[in-house]
């Protein structure tokens, strides 16, 4: 026995030896011998994903890491390695660049579509808060109707809206820890839904999604097989036309293994989160700012009365297409919102050249942007909100990068600005509103980055009450 607890000793010693010298010899490697080893920035952000991991989830709020990004920049110059892979470039100028458009390659890093699990994925005055909330039912409504057949109900279901709001706020709140530790979305995906939602209510949320448009792709494909569904809820037989997403995966050129259960669910997933959650959010913010400047407000009622004789009508998005000012104050909710506050790595398989620095190919490179969005050297005051800047400047538009640009440039940009301009033009012409208990440093700052922007712990969100119903 004694020989036996010997034995074990000294293999545990070795094990922990040569950990340590494995670790020392991978540092050094990062260090000096790694092709990203001459470029500037941190040496402990080179040497380890460690430096990330404890501003992402242990610094503060958790989600600091791109305000460290920013400070490495302050301190070395406008091309940094933020981890022992990946540089990071903040350069406005050079984001056509990195992120061009056809015929360039651009690929998604891996490691950063595995976040979220879908490494398949290509793409009343008493109660003021309920209005807003509203509006975030429908946005969802909307686009889930649109890309995969059939609504959830979320604004006649109190109870469902609720839990889907809850599941979208999870995905964010969820995503720092699955970016360092990805592999506990699978692992999640193994345990009963109930007992993930007792040991992380955050990660249970976001399973909670997967599963629903996983049965929302499983209904399509049983559909279009002429299958019989074994699910209580309705077929898509009447809304197939509306799923748009699934129809474009199954009815195009790609390999029939490629058009599969996981790949449809996993693309609606992705959709679904990208362009709800976002929308509302813009939506909401850009409601902050009208109804704080009364002047914008003025403005604004004024021109959308003008193009909408009858409030109770929901207006064509032709109609709105001709609004100068109603345009112009969507563009700058966009700008100022700077709600995608990550990184967005890309790779090539060429090498790409920034000023004097050949970046080896493979190698992922991220701009950031939050950063354009808000950068002083191109939009003077940028933390006002200021609509009438797009038309003094109309060369600003390029750098209106909400949407991101090139080949990954976001595939509902078109149907996210219509959205944006009925929405906000129905409202305005329809009601009489005032921000209530809402302040810009609880409710609208950010205090930390969980892929999109994280506002104060206590912020219930952009609260408004209505005063009265417009002529």
């Known amino acids: 026995m004694a020989s036996f607890l010997s034995a074990l000793l000294i293999s545990s010693v070795l094990c922990f030896v040569n950990a340590v010298l494995l670790s020392i010899s991978l540092v050094i490697y990062r260090l000096l011998f790694h092709p990203l080893a001459n470029f500037p920035g941190s040496k402990l952000a080179a040497a380890t994903k460690w430096y990330e991991t404890y501003f992402d989830i242990f610094k503060g709020h958790g989600g600091q890491y791109a305000e460290e990004i920013r400070k490495m920049h302050k301190r070395y110059g406008p091309i940094i390695r933020i981890t022992p892979a990946e540089l990071h470039v903040e350069d406005p100028d050079w984001y056509d660049t990195l992120y061009a458009s056809n015929p360039t390659r651009r690929d998604k890093w891996p490691p950063a579509a595995k976040m979220a699990g879908t490494p398949l994925a290509g793409i009343s005055p008493s109660l003021p808060m309920q209005w807003v909330y509203a509006i975030v039912c429908l946005d969802q409504d909307m686009l889930i109707r649109f890309t995969m057949g059939d609504s959830e109900g979320l604004q006649t279901d109190v109870r469902r809206a609720e839990e889907w709001d809850h599941a979208f706020a999870a995905v964010t709140r969820v995503m720092n820890v699955t970016k360092h530790f990805p592999w506990l979305l699978s692992l999640g995906q193994m345990l009963p839904l109930e007992l993930v939602r007792v040991l992380n209510p955050n ?40 799923a748009r997403v699934f129809q474009s995966i199954c009815q195009s050129a790609l390999p029939a293994h490629e058009k599969g259960l996981q790949r449809l669910a996993q693309e609606g997933f992705t959709v679904v989160v990208a362009g709800g959650e976002t929308t509302a959010r813009i939506l909401e913010m850009g409601i902050y700012y009208v109804l704080a400047d009364s002047s914008v407000l003025n403005r604004l009622q004024e021109e959308v009365d003008e193009a909408i004789s009858d409030r109770s009508k929901i207006p064509s998005v032709k ?43 493979g190698t992922p490179v991220g701009m950031t942007i939050h950063d354009v969005s808000l950068d002083s050297n191109i939009f003077s005051d940028p933390d006002k909100f200021d609509p009438d ?23 509902g940009m078109r149907f996210a600005w219509a959205e944006l301009q009925v929405a906000f033009a129905t409202i305005f012409r329809r009601f009489d509103l005032e921000l209530y208990d809402t302040t810009k440093e609880r409710d609208i700052d950010y205090v930390g980055d969980c892929h999109l922007g994280e506002h104060h712990p206590e912020s219930v969100g952009v609260r408004v009450k209505v005063v009265g119903m417009r002529d």
Do not use: H
């Open 389 to 411: 800047r797009w038309t003094r400047q109309p060369s600003l538009d390029r750098y209106l990068v909400t949407f991101n640009k090139g080949t990954r440039m976001c595939q």
């Open 319 to 361: 109609t709105l297409e001709g609004l100068p000012f109603l345009d112009s104050v969507i563009k700058e909710m966009l700008r100022i919102s700077a709600l995608i506050t990550s990184r967005l790595p890309m790779t090539t398989p060429n090498e790409l050249v920034y000023k004097d620095w050949v970046i080896p190919p």
């Open 203 to 242: 990660m249970a949320g976001i399973l909670q999604l997967q599963q629903a448009t996983l049965a929302k792709a499983s209904r399509y494909l049983e559909n279009e097989s002429g299958g019989t569904s074994k699910s209580s809820e309705p077929k898509l037989s009447q809304a197939r036309t509306n």
